[in-house]
C-alpha cells in the first residue's frame, strides 16, 4: 500500500514564503507523476501543480502560476511545493498526490496523502 505524508504547512502572513514536502512509502509509484492539489473551507478540492516522472514535465493550476514551483527527489521519492508570494486566498489544506502508470495529463491521481494545513492571513 503506497503512504503519502504532508509536511511543512503552518500559518504565514500575506507575501511569505512556505516549502511543502511529501514523502511517499512503498515501490508502486517510483514511476509515476506526482502532484499537490488543495481544498480551501467551502470549496471542492482542487489541482495545484504537478511535476512528471522525471522532474522535467510540470503543469500549474492558473492561480498558482509565477508563484508556486513544484519539484521532486525521485531518489528520495519526495516532491516539493515552493509557496511563494501567499495570498490569503491560498488558504487550504494542501493533499500529495501520486500516481504509478504514465498519463498525458497531470492531474488524474490513484493515491493521496492527509493534508496539511497552510493559513495566510492578510
Known amino acids: 500500500q503506497v503512504q503519502l505524508v504532508e509536511s511543512g504547512g503552518g500559518l504565514v502572513q500575506a507575501g511569505d514564503s512556505l516549502r511543502l514536502s511529501c514523502t511517499a512509502s512503498?515501490?508502486?509509484?517510483?514511476?509515476?507523476?506526482m502532484a499537490w492539489f488543495r481544498q480551501a473551507p467551502g470549496k471542492e478540492r482542487e489541482f495545484v501543480a504537478g511535476?512528471?516522472?522525471?522532474?522535467?514535465?510540470?503543469d500549474y493550476a492558473d492561480s498558482v502560476k509565477g508563484r508556486f514551483t513544484i519539484s521532486r527527489d525521485t531518489a528520495k521519492n519526495t516532491v516539493f511545493l515552493q509557496m511563494n508570494s501567499l495570498k490569503p486566498e491560498d488558504t487550504a489544506v494542501y493533499y500529495c498526490?501520486?500516481?504509478?502508470?504514465?498519463?498525458?495529463?497531470?492531474?488524474?491521481?490513484?493515491?493521496w496523502g492527509q493534508g496539511t494545513q497552510v493559513t495566510v492571513s492578510s
Open positions: 512503498g515501490r508502486t509509484f517510483s514511476s509515476g507523476a
Open positions: 511535476v512528471g516522472w522525471s522532474g522535467s514535465t510540470t
Open positions: 498526490a501520486a500516481r504509478t502508470g504514465w498519463n498525458i495529463s497531470l492531474r488524474r491521481y490513484d493515491y
